[in-house]
């Protein structure tokens, strides 16, 4: 019985603190941007990435 106790303290500590880490996330504006992700994948950066490292070049 005292096993049961320890590990329901525990597993409300570990849920405390995965609410404080989301409470900072939304407070640090990290859902901010809703709209951007979701085109994201519509954009081809291929020719961003060539530009930088010139090593990436195959010819």
């Known amino acids: ?5 320890i590990l329901l303290g525990f ?3 570990v849920a405390g603190g995965f609410l404080i880490a989301f409470l900072w996330a939304v407070r640090s504006g ?3 941007d809703r ?3 979701a085109l994201r ?3 081809d950066d291929d020719d ?6 010139p ?3 195959t010819s």
């Open 41 to 43: 994948m519509l954009f």
């Open 11 to 13: 597993s409300m500590l």
């Open 30 to 32: 990290q859902y901010t």
């Open 1 to 5: 019985m005292n096993v049961l106790i």
């Open 55 to 57: 090593s990436t070049h």
């Open 35 to 37: 709209h951007t992700p």
């Open 48 to 53: 961003h990435r060539d530009r930088r490292d």
